[in-house]
């Protein structure tokens, strides 16, 4: 099993609906948890973070984390073809100090929007 | 904010030649680094992570002697790819973390550096 899952796809999505994107890990200690955009050819980019159980919101996108039942999610609304690219979910097991020490990656879920 | 850069940005070299890539934290210490190797279409793995002024660790699978890392101050660290083959072209990023305000840490990538072995 691996240890960072993101539901496959690619998904694609209209101009405007909501992107829905899940991941499941499989390390209970896990602290930390990221959400981040690729774009072909570029690094990652940190679009969220959550530590807490609940929903975080930060304009059009919004972190759901469950960690009962080890799901993170990300909703992205208004979905716009800018928002087209690879989403990268990541989890990590230390929360503190300088650094959040290793950071273990899903697969990543391609979304396209399309116009 | 925090700017991680790396040097360089691509490079092209024949197969058997050694290729060194730096990765700096411009305005921030980082006692710690991380490199990452991204194959074409697939995710970022971990390969070491690179403490100052000491050993770097390797993840399970990377050879340490292929996979030089230097951590020789708290703004630099360089990863000497050693007698580089066709399979270790890919596409090579770092990362360092900082305290940010309120007491959150702030991880910052870097552009990444894409190599290719003829």
């Known amino acids: 099993q691996k240890e960072v899952e993101q539901n496959s796809g690619p998904l694609s999505v209209p101009e405007g609906a909501i992107a829905s994107l899940n991941c499941t890990y499989s390390d209970r200690g896990s602290q930390s948890f990221f959400w981040y955009r690729q774009y072909s050819g570029k690094s990652p980019e940190l679009i969220m973070f959550i530590y807490s159980n609940g929903d975080k919101e930060d304009g059009r996108f919004t972190a759901q984390l469950n960690k009962a039942s080890q799901y993170v999610s990300l909703l992205i609304r208004d979905s716009q073809p800018s928002d087209s690219a690879t989403y990268l979910c990541?989890?990590?097991?230390?929360?503190?100090?300088?650094?959040?020490?290793?950071?273990?990656f899903g697969q990543g879920t391609i979304l396209t929007v399309h116009p | 904010g925090a700017v991680v850069s790396q040097h360089p940005s691509w490079v092209i070299c024949k197969s058997g030649t050694s290729v060194k890539i730096e990765c700096r934290s411009l305005d921030f210490q980082a006692t710690t680094m991380f490199w990452y190797r991204q194959f074409p279409k697939q995710s970022l793995m971990l390969m070491a992570t690179?403490?100052?002024?000491?050993?770097?660790?390797?993840e399970q699978g990377v050879e340490k002697d292929k996979f030089l890392i230097n951590h020789a101050s708290l703004t630099l660290s360089t990863l000497t790819v050693t007698s580089a083959h066709p399979e270790d072209s890919s596409f090579y990023i770092c990362?360092?973390?900082?305290?940010?305000?309120?007491?959150?840490?702030?991880?910052?990538f870097g552009p990444g550096t894409r190599l290719t072995v003829l």
């Open positions: 990541a989890v990590a097991g230390y929360a503190g100090g300088t650094s959040y020490g290793k950071l273990t």
């Open positions: 690179s403490n100052e002024g000491s050993k770097a660790t390797y």
């Open positions: 990362r360092a973390d900082n305290r940010g305000y309120f007491g959150r840490n702030e991880q910052f």
